[in-house]
Each structure stands twice: as structure tokens, then as C-alpha cells.
């Protein structure tokens, strides 16, 4: 599978208290150029994130063939359910991680503080346990393992992080708080 067009999404960072909706960025590439950015909201812990994704990436404008995701859950906890995208937008969906959550602390968390929380733990669930690729760890629907391994080789140029990610992260803190410096992704 040749992977050649994709749109990563991360979230803008917040303060701890923010109540209300955060800003989400997406970024698109086609090879090693950067060729549009989108913007939306999700509410803070919220439940619109897959909605949402679903919706930016139509206005995107390019031919894409993946989505990826820093992380499977935006503005705190509110989860992407990584099938329903990949159904509602017929693109393979790649959730990427530098590391492995620990999910005894997700799972308090959501179970205990999270309106919501049930609901959300299952989606995490049904999404599958974060597996070990490309020396990074992955959730992922509508890809196998082997094509998650290729995309995140194709994509990522200056770090193990696929450079839609990226951009998208360095986009996300450079609108919200002025700079981008000094941020690691």
C-alpha cells in the first residue's frame, strides 16, 4: 500500500481549569510538502471529536488515504471513535503515541472524573490495545500493521513523528500561545 496523502490532527493546548471548546488543527501532506490546514473546535472533554475530525476532513481539499491522530482522545478526554471515522470517511485512521499509556490511570480517570466515562473507556477498548511500530505505539482501523509501519516510515522526515502530526502540533501551540518554540512532539 503506497501511502502518498494524509491529514494529521492534534489539539491546542489549554489551561487545566478550561472549561468549553478547544481549537483543533489539521495538517495535509502530500509526500514531504505541506499542502493545506484546517481548523475546528471539540468541547473539552466532550463527545463531538469523531464528528468533528469527520467533518474537517472533507475541507481539506487533497486525495487523501490516511488519517492519522496524536493520541486517541482531544481536548482531555473527549475520545475519537476510531471506526466510526474510518467508516463515516473511508479512510484508514492511525492513532500514534511516543509511548504507552498506562490504562489503569486512564480508566480511573474516565470511570471516576469524566462525565461520560463509561463510554468513552469502551471506545478506547474497542480500538484495541496500543501496539509497538516504527519505534512508536499504535491504535489503528482500517490498516494493518505492516501498512501502519509503511505510512509512519513514508510520513515522518525529522523525527519518528509522522510530519502531519507535526506540523500540526507545532501549528496548534504557535496559534494558541503566540510561539512554537521549544515544544517537543
Given at each position: ?9 492534534d489539539d491546542a493546548p489549554f489551561a487545566r ?26 468541547r473539552r472533554d466532550g463527545r463531538n471529536a ?136
Amino acid at each position: 500500500m503506497k501511502l502518498s496523502h494524509a491529514i494529521g490532527f492534534d489539539d491546542a493546548p489549554f489551561a487545566r481549569g478550561h472549561r468549553g471548546d478547544v481549537r483543533i488543527f489539521g495538517t495535509v501532506y502530500a509526500g514531504k510538502t505541506l499542502h493545506a490546514v484546517v481548523s475546528g473546535r471539540v468541547r473539552r472533554d466532550g463527545r463531538n471529536a469523531t464528528a468533528e475530525l469527520a467533518r474537517l476532513v472533507p475541507g481539506s481539499g487533497a486525495h487523501l488515504q490516511l488519517i492519522f491522530l496524536q493520541g486517541i482522545a482531544l481536548a482531555g478526554f473527549n475520545v475519537v471513535d476510531i471506526h466510526a471515522l474510518h467508516a463515516a470517511t473511508g479512510l484508514p485512521v492511525l492513532v500514534v503515541a511516543r509511548r504507552r499509556p498506562d490504562l489503569a490511570r486512564v480508566r480511573a480517570a474516565l470511570l471516576g472524573h469524566v462525565p461520560g466515562g463509561a463510554r468513552k473507556w469502551r471506545l478506547i477498548e474497542r480500538a484495541g490495545e496500543m501496539e509497538p511500530c516504527a519505534g512508536l505505539h499504535v491504535q489503528r482501523a482500517g490498516l494493518t500493521l505492516d501498512a501502519a509501519e509503511h505510512a509512519l516510515r513514508a510520513f515522518a522526515h525529522t523525527s519518528r513523528i509522522p510530519e502531519p502530526l507535526r506540523a500540526a502540533h507545532l501549528i496548534a501551540r504557535g496559534v494558541t500561545r503566540g510561539s512554537s518554540a521549544g515544544t517537543r512532539v
